[in-house]
Nanobody, 122 residues
Framework: VQLVESGGGLVQAGGSLRLSCAASRRTFSRYNMGWFRRAPGKELEFVAAITGSGEQTYYADSVKGRFTISRDNAKNTVSLQLNSLKPEDTAVYYC????????????????WGQGTQVTVSS
């Protein structure tokens, strides 16, 4: 599965962005999808995940209530709506596709995109 993220950019604190991830495979709906981020000098951090059907979602406490993950299986895309952004949300955001285990561990996702930069200014 090839994954390509888009939608990153520079935004002021309190603003919004929408990240998108396009997948190459027709069997896209079989994959749980996740968003992770890596801030400068920090470890990879789980952000949000969604099951293949889209029926279940899972969020990190740090983004709950501000970010929303969704997917469109007809278009092979998964999106992450980022609202009420904070400077600490600044990071490279990665889209990932996984298999049967639905959780926030990076090891549960076999395929990764190249990432898109989100920068939030104070």
């Amino acid at each position: 599965v090839q994954l390509v993220e888009s939608g990153g950019g520079l935004v002021q604190a309190g603003g919004s962005l929408r990240l998108s991830c396009a997948a190459s495979r027709r069997t896209f709906s079989r994959y749980n999808m996740g968003w992770f981020r890596r801030a400068p000098g920090k470890e990879l951090e789980f952000v949000a995940a969604i099951t293949g059907s889209g029926e279940q979602t899972y969020y990190a406490d740090s983004v709950k209530g501000r970010f929303t993950i969704s997917r469109d299986n007809a278009k092979n895309t998964v999106s992450l709506q980022l609202n009420s952004l904070k400077p600490e949300d600044t990071a490279v955001y990665y889209c990932a596709a996984g298999g049967t285990v639905f959780d926030g561990r990076g090891s549960s996702y076999a395929y990764w995109g190249q990432g898109t930069q989100v920068t939030v200014s104070s």
